[in-house]
């Protein structure tokens, strides 16, 4: 079983920036293909940036050039630049662990998941 814990959320006002962690404790997270979600109430869970092994990344419009995801042997980052009252959410990182996966948005592509970390923006 693989745990995910999500750190470095907070509140914010709007401009600022935060930047998350997720760990994989035991595991190598440079091994696997990560990405992070968010879920603001009432909303469908979004897909926000993707990573695999090799380094390929992959972002959602809403988010290109302002957040950026790498990760190293330990964590998986996402750096949180400008930020907008509308990114206000719950943020989830999560992991494919097994055979297959590419650098994927879709929450389907990954089979583990974190409790999130709440990110506030104030206008």
């Known amino acids: 079983q693989v745990q995910l814990v999500e750190s470095g959320g907070g509140a914010v006002q709007a401009g600022g920036s935060l930047r998350l962690s997720c760990t994989a404790p035991?595991?190598?997270?440079?091994?696997?293909?990560m990405a992070w979600f968010r879920q603001a109430p009432g909303k469908a869970r979004e897909g926000l940036a993707a990573?695999?092994?090799?380094?390929a990344t992959v972002y959602a419009d809403s988010v290109k050039g302002r957040f950026t995801t790498s990760k190293d042997n330990a964590n998986l980052y996402l750096q949180m630049n400008s930020l907008k009252p509308e990114d206000t959410a719950m943020y989830y990182c999560a992991a494919r662990v097994g055979p297959g996966g590419w650098v994927s948005l879709r929450a389907s592509s990954y089979n583990y998941w974190g409790q999130g970390t709440q990110v506030t923006v104030s206008s």
């Open positions: 035991g595991y190598t997270t440079s091994d696997y293909y």
């Open positions: 990573t695999g092994s090799l380094g």
